[in-house]
Structure formats: structure tokens, C-alpha cells
């Protein structure tokens, strides 16, 4: 498709338009919803991003220690499946049920909450068990991944606002309610195939 325009001027006075053509205002919880998750979708873009690149600087330190499932290449087909997915989830969320009927492009694929348990599983395997709170950070892509799982659990909070008010299907709660836990486990296994030891929550000395 070419882009022949990127501004319109429709949404000057601070309206914009859902699925269907419905005018709101850009204030509405509907709108914080959705562009949360537009906002995690291009953290999710940086993310792969450094995957690669980290990939690409220092092979993973534990070669043949596992499967192909816990390489980058693997991480970075999921998470672009993710990006793909929260593209579903963020139409849902510009759909006013009670206005608009809902495309098939404004729902999850089945089963897709399914795969991203599996998936957590996967990457939970893939690493050796720790107890206690981690303190964000690492390698640059864990960083990354930690600050993707600070904004998933925004968009959650902010659907779940949306939920009490409007119709949205169970599904969508759920998959990024997983996807936060994914991500979360997404860091230490980053952390851990580039030999970088977690740091663990203390209390500050006086």
C-alpha cells in the first residue's frame, strides 16, 4: 500500500476516529488502552533489535547446552509474532462493541494464549532457578525486556480499566497478562545464555 499522506488534520481538536468511524476523544480509556499497546509493539521492535544485534557481537557462551528453542533466532520469530498479534489486540481495543461489529483482524488467532504458556515454558526450562526479586537489567536486550514487561503491565491495567466499562473479550486480558509473564522470563534467559549473572533486590545499608 503506498502512503501517499501521514497527516489528515482530523485529529487537531483532539478527536480521532474507531473501527467504524466513530469519533472520540483521545483522552478516552479506550484510546490510553490501545495506544499503550502500539507503544509496547515498537518496544517489542527494539527488542528484537538488540536480540540480533547482541547476537551477532558475542555467540551465546553456552553452545550445545540447549535446544534451538532457547537461541535468538527463536526469540525473534516469537517476538515478531507477538508484534503481529498485539496488532489484533490493539483493533479489538478500537472496536466499540456496542457500535461496531468485530472484524476477523480484531481478534486473537485461537489458541494463542496457549502458545505463549508453551512458550514461557520453553524459556523456563532454559534456565536454572533463582528465588528472590530481580533488579531490571543485564545486557542491553534484557534491559529491553524488562522495560517491555513494565509496559505490557501498563496496557493490562489500562484494558482491564477499559473492561469495567466496555465489552472486551476475556481472550485479550489473557494474552497480555501471559505476555508480561513471558517477557519477564524472556530477561533471565537472556541475561543467562550471555553469562550474565542476575542482581538480586537488597535492602539498602544506613
Not at 530481580?134 to 484494558?159: D, F, K, M, S, Y
Not at 476475556?170 to 542482581?199: H, Q, T, W
Amino acid at each position: 500500500m503506498k502512503i501517499t499522506k501521514v497527516y489528515t488534520k482530523t485529529g487537531d481538536e483532539g478527536a480521532t476516529s474507531l473501527v467504524g468511524g466513530i469519533r472520540i476523544s483521545k483522552a478516552d480509556i479506550r484510546l490510553a488502552a490501545y495506544g499503550t499497546v502500539d507503544e509496547l509493539n515498537s518496544q517489542l521492535g527494539l527488542l528484537a533489535a538488540h536480540i540480533s544485534h547482541e547476537a551477532e557481537a558475542r555467540p551465546d557462551t553456552r553452545p550445545g547446552a540447549h535446544g534451538p528453542e532457547c537461541g535468538p533466532a527463536h526469540d525473534i520469530e516469537v517476538i515478531e509474532r507477538i508484534q503481529c498479534c498485539l496488532f489484533n489486540v490493539g483493533t479489538h481495543l478500537a472496536t466499540d462493541r456496542s457500535r461496531t461489529p468485530l472484524y476477523d483482524s480484531a481478534k486473537l488467532p485461537a489458541g494463542e494464549v496457549e502458545r505463549m504458556e508453551r512458550e514461557i515454558d520453553t524459556l523456563i526450562a532454559c534456565v536454572p532457578e533463582v528465588s528472590g526479586f530481580i533488579l531490571p537489567g543485564g545486557t542491553v536486550a534484557a534491559a529491553t525486556a524488562h522495560v517491555c514487561r513494565t509496559v505490557c503491565r501498563r496496557a493490562e491495567r489500562e484494558i482491564v480499566a477499559l473492561a469495567a466499562l466496555a465489552e472486551v473479550a476475556p481472550e485479550i486480558c489473557r494474552y497480555v497478562n501471559r505476555l508480561s509473564d513471558y517477557l519477564f522470563v524472556l530477561a533471565k534467559k537472556i541475561n543467562f545464555m550471555a553469562g550474565k549473572s542476575e542482581k538480586m533486590w537488597t535492602t539498602p545499608c544506613d
